[in-house]
């Protein structure tokens, strides 16, 4: 389905498309039908990468922090393009309690620490030359749906159940003529059939932070 296909069938859903004046503009309605792919990502982590800009990152000797592209969810795996094992997961508090000095210690990455930096993963040791840090993720779309011909990344029979979040939405809206908590609620319980139900931030965060890459933790 592409943007024009999930708004008609939210108009047809919702009979807002025997109205000579919209009740839901074409503007709200996409942002509706973004929020549904991200929401269905975060949900159920439907987006996995192993190359490209969200996977792949240059490392320099000396460099301790990398950046992550903020579309990713989640790393799943990781490995230096040097070659070595899997890179395994530590948290600043377990390496605190393996290593006093390890912020200071150099030499091949062999895990990545998890809760340092926001955003980031801090290499363990600091490498001592150039490489590149690669790795398999759960990630949100690229970009944004905006024309009418934009398709959603997730599977294609997964995008019918994107009308539920948006119809969801609509409905939940404090507006006189279309907010109905009932049909709001049919909606949702529709989307989480097909997605699963929504962990709160804190928890996505503690998944990041403690359970972040497959391989196992540091000594």
Request: hydrophobic share 40%.
């Amino acid at each position: 389905m592409t943007l024009a296909d999930l708004i008609d069938a939210f108009r047809d859903e919702s009979f807002d498309n025997n109205r000579v004046k919209y009740f839901w503009s074409n503007a709200t309605l996409t942002r509706f039908a973004n929020e549904a792919e991200n929401e269905a990502c975060r949900r159920g982590s439907l987006l996995v990468s192993s190359s490209g800009p969200t996977c792949t990152y240059g490392v320099s000797a000396g460099q301790d922090v990398v950046l992550l592209d903020r579309s990713v969810l989640k790393i799943r795996r990781a490995r230096m393009a040097s070659g070595g094992d899997m890179l395994a997961s530590a948290t600043a508090a377990q390496m605190d309690l393996s290593s006093p000095s390890w912020e200071s210690e150099t030499g091949t990455p062999i895990a990545l620490v998890t809760d340092y930096q926001s955003g980031a993963v801090r290499l363990y040791p600091v490498p001592t030359s150039d490489d590149t840090l690669r790795m398999t993720v759960s990630r949100l779309p690229l970009r944004p749906m905006e024309a009418d011909e934009d398709k959603p990344e997730i599977r294609a029979e997964a995008h019918p159940a994107l009308v539920q979040w948006m119809l969801y939405r609509a409905y939940s809206r404090q507006d006189a003529e279309t907010f109905d908590p009932k049909k709001a609620s049919r909606a949702l319980l529709e989307f989480e059939r097909e997605f699963g139900g929504k962990a709160s931030m804190r928890n996505e965060q503690w998944v990041r932070d403690s359970h972040a890459v497959g391989a196992d933790p540091i000594a």
